[in-house]
């Protein structure tokens, strides 16, 4: 199999080696307009067609699971969420229920804790998939559609501000239940926002299914067909495009999801659209689960928060949620101690880079934005800052703690930074 | 483009030519739509609640809580408000509840602030601590700030 | 062990040989834990995927144990009719730690590549056979005998160690 990947382990320098044909290469990351995220894309072309293309990532190692070894399973519970700036609240399920298991009392959560967190992920998939649409039309060159989407955003943003006293970073989990409880006149004032939120997500599908300015945009762009998916192994969203219909939620399901009525969406069409369309039915399911989860709290019961001991004992453990991008998985050992052994992260994003490099082959140079975004990128940000002194060419690195001190120090005496 | 679509269009224009400007002023804005009640911010201590055990100090993921303490009636928390990310983890497991997250929402705005004085903050002092010593201690935090500034200074020359 | 080997070749529908694998775990309803020592996990992989069908790989994880490091293949068995899946972990044990060297399985999952490039830069265990066995994630010039997720290097070690780089690379240019 490493055959037919071959070209793909090349390394490109300089430009000379290139695969057969390609008289182009263009080189996107990891700075530059279109792209938010430090990856580097090396595209090369032959005409106006994509050949191959290649990917360099690494630019902003953070050593988060270093850093989780040397503090407890308590602080790394508010230290988790922070591995993904939009889906953190998964991050933060998968960890608390991989703790709770190796503490060994996953039975003792309570109905009422298991649907506050339920409630939680689901608003996180709303926003996030909107978020994720909003630019698809803006990288399609359709810009008053990112406006109405994102406005459009602000409705769950404020139920999720409202129940979690913060918008993107809810921190809601802990490990033996939640923080904070989710009362009836909340939930009250919750419901009138969410249906008019389906509303505006009905239309906004309309808009992508029959506007045709954007449909041919997207449509019969970047094709992965079910064969080549299964190859290159995506998951989340960018699998159920092309005809694999697995959502962890289903398949091992995990808090109350086998519970709730809710149906798995899939595509087979493996295009561009497909996974839009995957994405835009998806936010209307999470919606109308997120009603039903506010019908069940008025008369789930049970206490919040169970009381767990700092010390877990030995073992390890694998578990996995399907967050907004794609199957999440994270891996534990612990030691007895009160601190982790080893901890593995994988966010989904990663495993989504073949499939996308693939999508790419044979397509031409204008689909390159859609494509790239159509697996919803994410990495995240970097920890240090490099100064450099302009009239001097001085450098100087500094870690973040001293960037801060500076930058106060720099108020207090009221002088210029550098 | 047919006439029909013209009209169209030109009613649009015409419309949104009388209702004026959609965007608000931010004073408006937050007028309008205040944050919520029980938005998250920093920590707070109910003194006479508070029995000086650490378990705040331990919790906190970011270290950005620091006490010294004689013993249980005598002691003092400090607080370096830019650093601490209002997860509320110190409010959760305290055994007394003396530490609540606090839901004041201007809190927010003078978080940062870049000012030494106004970011190393005492939340606690209990006993003796009270008074003299606390200000000999915002006086030595300040001095120690002084000292980084000068050596970037040394830097630079 | 035999019970949790039964169910396991029930599930998948294939005859595990016994020399092959050092214990099967049940973890959970279908959720399994399949140990291989490093010379034959090659073998036990290439049944899994041959005959079982199994073709995702969700990640992999390599950690420390006592003297030896182990490599942990998180693959997921899916059974399409049933919308299921069973979660694998293949952990292949006894990787020598003066000398980290373990098949690779790219010839089975493509996906591999990345992950297997990612443990060889945090551990330096060195992949058989793969074809471009080279650095990922760390930086151009980290010092080639300096794996960082290693339980010798402290949290404050690996800090001092960014920040001379840092300094020296911002001296170089
Ligand atoms: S605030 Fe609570 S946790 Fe912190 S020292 Fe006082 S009693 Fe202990
Ligand atoms: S809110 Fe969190 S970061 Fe802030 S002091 Fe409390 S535990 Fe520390």
């Not at chain 1, 933060?92 to 009422?112: M, P």
């Not at chain 3, 373990?102 to 992949?127: H, K, L, N, Q």
């Amino acid at each position: 199999m490493a055959e037919d990947f071959r070209s793909r382990f090349r390394v490109l320098t300089d430009g000379s080696d290139t695969p057969l044909g390609a008289d182009h290469h263009i080189f996107i990351g990891p700075q530059h307009p279109w792209a938010e995220e430090p990856a580097h894309f090396i595209i090369h072309l032959k005409g106006e067609r994509v050949v191959e293309a290649n990917i360099r990532i690494g630019f902003n190692l953070r050593g988060m699971e270093k850093a989780m070894e040397a503090r407890t399973w308590r602080q790394n519970t508010m230290l988790i969420p922070r591995a993904c700036g939009i889906c953190s609240a998964v991050h933060q399920n998968v960890y608390v229920r991989l703790v709770e298991r190796l503490a060994g009392i996953e039975d003792q959560v309570s109905e009422r804790a298991k649907l506050i967190r339920m409630f939680s992920c689901e608003a996180e998939r709303v926003h996030s998939h909107m978020l994720w649409y909003g630019i698809l039309a803006h990288d399609a060159g359709f810009d008053t559609l990112f406006h109405v989407t994102w406005r459009d955003r602000e409705i769950i943003m404020d139920i999720v501000e409202d129940i979690s006293g913060n918008r993107v970073n809810p921190a809601l989990m802990l490990i033996g239940g939640v923080k904070r409880d989710l009362p009836k006149e909340k939930a009250d004032k919750a419901r009138p926002m969410i249906n008019d939120l389906i509303k505006q997500v009905e239309y906004h599908k309309k808009v992508f299914t029959e506007e045709t300015s954007i449909v041919n945009r997207l449509e019969n762009v970047g094709v992965l067909t079910k064969e080549d998916a299964k190859k290159v192994t995506p998951n989340g969203p960018t699998a159920r495009g092309s005809g694999l219909p697995y959502d962890i939620r289903k398949t091992f399901p995990y808090e109350l999801y086998d519970d709730i009525d809710w149906n798995v969406v899939y595509y087979t069409e493996g295009d561009v659209l497909a996974t839009t369309l995957v994405r835009l039915d998806e936010t209307l399911e999470s919606l109308r689960m997120l009603n039903q989860i506010l019908d069940r709290l008025e008369t789930a019961s049970g206490e919040l928060l169970q009381r767990v001991k700092p010390r877990i004992s030995e073992g390890k453990y694998m578990t996995r949620a399907e967050a907004p991008r794609g199957e999440d998985i994270h891996y534990g050992i612990a030691n007895g101690t009160d601190k982790p052994e080893r901890y593995k992260i994988r966010a989904p994003s990663l495993g989504n880079i073949d499939a996308t490099l693939k999508r790419m082959d044979g397509e031409y140079i204008a689909d390159m934005p859609v494509i790239l975004r159509s697996y919803d990128p994410c990495f995240s940000c970097t920890n240090r800052v490099m100064i450099i002194n302009q009239s001097t060419g001085e450098k100087k690195i500094m870690g973040q703690d001293e960037f801060a001190r500076r930058a106060i120090k720099a108020k207090k005496y009221n002088r210029p930074f550098f | 483009m047919s006439k029909k679509k013209l009209l169209v269009m030109g009613r649009e224009v015409i419309k949104n030519q009388a209702k004026g400007p959609v965007t608000l002023h931010i004073s408006e804005r937050l007028e309008k739509h205040p944050p919520p009640e029980d938005i998250r911010t920093i920590p707070r201590i109910i003194e006479e609640k508070c029995i000086m055990c650490g378990t705040c100090v331990k919790v906190c993921p970011t270290h950005c809580l620091w006490m010294e303490k004689d013993d249980k009636d005598n002691g003092m928390i400090w607080l370096l408000r830019p650093q601490c990310m209002w997860c509320g983890h110190c409010q959760t497991y305290c055994p007394k509840d003396a530490i609540h997250i606090d839901r004041e929402p201007s809190l927010s705005v003078s978080l940062f602030s870049f000012n030494v004085r106004q970011d190393y903050e005492m939340i606690c002092a209990k006993g003796s601590f009270k008074g003299e010593k606390a200000e000999k201690k915002l006086a030595e935090v300040i001095e120690e700030g002084a000292k980084t500034i000068k050596e970037i200074e040394e830097f630079r020359s | 062990m035999s019970d949790a080997l039964n169910e396991l070749e029930n599930i998948l529908n294939i005859t595990i040989p016994k020399d092959l694998v050092e214990g099967v775990v049940k973890v959970e309803k279908g959720h399994f834990d399949v140990i291989s020592p490093s010379e034959k996990a090659y073998d036990l992989m290439k049944i899994l995927h041959d005959d079982a069908g199994i073709y995702h790989l969700s990640t992999i994880s390599a950690y420390e144990k006592d003297d030896s490091f182990n490599v942990c293949y998180h693959i997921q068995h899916r059974i399409e009719e049933e919308v299921k899946e069973i979660p694998i972990n293949f952990i292949v044990t006894k990787i020598d730690k003066d000398n980290p060297k373990t098949p690779s399985m790219i010839d089975f999952f493509v996906a591999a590549d990345y992950y297997e490039r990612e443990c060889y830069d945090f551990y330096g265990i060195y992949f058989n056979d793969h074809p471009f066995m080279e650095r990922l994630i760390l930086p151009e010039k980290w010092p080639d005998d300096v794996r960082p997720m290693k339980k010798e290097y402290s949290w404050e070690q690996i800090r001092e160690i960014t920040l001379n780089l840092a300094k020296q690379i911002s001296e170089d240019d």
